[in-house]
């Protein structure tokens, strides 16, 4: 209950920092919004079996920290290009030589026992595909951080980014369908998205370790 409990308060803490760096630039407490998520990360540290897991996480505590006394406008706009750039990170490690099979292919195998070779592949293009999302978020967020009004930069990260996930797990879940059907998949065995939901939810949390310990 308290991981759940955790997880909801974190989830929630991210979820309105692009509001509270928003509303930090124009009340002249911009500081606040990287110290919350330094304090979630120094947490993290504490509680991280590898050890190094725990010297990333203590590494982004301190430059956090760092900003936001000193650089607290830029170091503000740069936590969700940190964000985005770990799940880039994430995701493609698991396409590298040995450290596979491919992050999709991961949970897919909780729902396929046996993996049919072609649902394989797929698994692999897919996690290119939210590879490559996260890439493009990086990039985005740089930019907007640097080059736009703080007000670009909180529509983005703060909705924009949320939206294009949105899309994104929709239209793929629309092309699953169809391509199931033509690897000859049976019907009654194509997840949907809400079985898909709780199998992630359920072990979302075991993979996201075995990731970040391979």
Not at 17 to 26: A, S
Not at 35 to 46: D, E, K, P, T, W
Not at 123 to 137: D, P, V
């Amino acid at each position: 209950m308290q991981t759940i409990l955790r997880s909801i308060i974190s989830g929630i803490i991210f979820l309105l920092y692009p509001y509270l760096v928003y509303r930090g630039v124009k009340e002249g407490v911009v500081w606040f919004a990287p110290a919350a998520i330094a304090s979630l990360y120094f947490y993290q540290a504490v509680k991280a079996r590898s050890k190094r897991v725990r010297i990333q996480k203590t590494g982004i505590v301190i430059i956090l920290f760092f900003g936001a006394i000193f650089y607290q406008d830029v170091m503000a706009k740069l936590v969700p290009i940190v964000i985005q750039l770990s799940l880039m990170l994430f995701f493609g490690k698991t396409l590298l030589r040995g450290k596979g099979p491919s992050l999709v292919e991961r949970f897919a195998s909780l729902e396929f026992p046996v993996m049919p070779s072609a649902l394989s592949r797929y698994c692999r293009h897919l996690t290119i595909m939210w590879t490559s999302f996260f890439a493009f978020n990086v990039v985005t967020c740089i930019l907007l951080a640097f080059f736009a009004p703080v007000e670009w930069w909180a529509i983005f990260t703060g909705v924009l980014i949320f939206m294009l996930t949105a899309l994104l797990m929709v239209a793929e879940y629309i092309w699953r369908f169809f391509l199931f059907r033509r690897i000859d998949l049976p019907e009654d065995q194509i997840p949907g998205i809400k079985e898909s939901a709780k199998a992630m939810l359920v072990n979302g949390r075991k993979i996201w370790l075995d990731v970040q310990a391979s």
